[in-house]
């Protein structure tokens, strides 16, 4: 099973500003990225679109007979093609970990106070998505808090005109343990048990 990270942003600035920046990532309506969607700060090519559709049917090959499935790695293996051709990526991951920072589209959005939202992505924060969205709206600052629920890292960024500052917390700091608190990555009826071991390697894609 591989890594989520949860994580917290808020976005700060004038009020008018703050409505702008939030109206601008909804996705469509109905989804379950209708309040925050990354395709809607960079938008996925067509070609990785494909390639991300294909992949994900690999869920039902239990179920496909032996021609049906060699069909359908053919057709993955074509969108692959088309996506390296058109996009220089060999598939979507790697398209959307360079473009969006994480593994995936964010999921499980809820909202907060005006400017927050909580969400959770594969492997890594989205740190790209949001250097491209402060570089697009300049009189904003954007806060992101970062938890994996590996326990490889925790920690903050701050995003302000297309750049970020990061800033990796001890795992078992008070900050950090606070922090892990408000995104719920956090047990006070077992934290005195594992919790206290340090996490693996730190690593942020």
Not at 141 to 155: K, N
Request: charged share 30%.
């Amino acid at each position: 099973m591989f890594n989520v990270v949860y994580q917290r942003m808020l976005i700060t600035g004038q009020p008018k500003q703050v409505r702008a920046v939030m109206e601008s990532i909804r996705g469509r309506c109905g989804t379950e990225n209708s309040w925050f969607d990354l395709a809607s700060i960079v938008e996925m090519p067509e070609a990785v679109k494909i390639s991300a559709e294909l992949t994900n049917l690999d869920i039902i090959y239990e179920i496909y007979r032996e021609n049906e499935i060699r069909k359908l790695n053919e057709r993955i293996m074509e969108a692959e093609e088309r996506c390296l051709a058109e996009t220089g990526y060999m598939n979507w991951r790697e398209w959307t970990f360079e473009h969006w920072g994480s593994g995936s589209n964010v999921s499980d959005v809820v909202e907060g106070e005006p400017g927050e939202l909580r969400f959770r992505s594969d492997f890594a924060p989205i740190t790209a998505a949001l250097r491209a969205l402060s570089a697009k709206f300049k009189d904003i600052d954007i806060l992101l808090e970062f938890v994996d629920s590996g326990r490889a890292f925790v920690g903050f960024m701050v995003f302000i005109d297309g750049q970020e500052d990061r800033f990796l917390l001890d795992w078992c700091s008070t900050d950090a343990r606070d922090m892990r608190r408000r995104l719920d990555c956090i047990d006070d009826a077992v934290d005195e048990g594992d919790d206290l071991y340090p996490p693996p390697t730190e690593h942020i894609n």
